[in-house]
């Protein structure tokens, strides 16, 4: 995989489990964006969203998720499939 494509994706059992973990890493500043799951990794979960995470970032959502136990059901590496020149025509 090429590290400008890989994402981390934090996957949940539930929307409230994410939206948890979301504020928690706002308050300390972890940059991350909510995201459908991408349906390669989402698995059974029925929960379609995730947060994604770039590489950088990984070390320091780990530590927030130990330090306060917050619910997750994995945390799944995933190569972006997005193209920069998708739906530009000019």
Do not use: W
């Amino acid at each position: 995989m090429a590290d400008d494509t890989l994402r981390y994706y934090i996957l949940f059992a539930n929307y409230e489990q994410g939206m948890c973990l979301h504020d928690l890493l706002n308050e300390r500043g972890i940059k991350h964006r909510i995201a459908p799951a991408p349906r390669q990794i989402q698995g059974e979960l029925s929960c379609g969203m995730s947060l994604m995470l770039l590489p950088d970032a990984l070390e320091k959502a780990e530590q927030c998720i130990a330090e306060t136990g917050a619910a997750h059901h994995a945390i799944v590496p995933f190569e972006s499939r997005l193209k920069p020149q998708r739906d530009r025509y000019c």
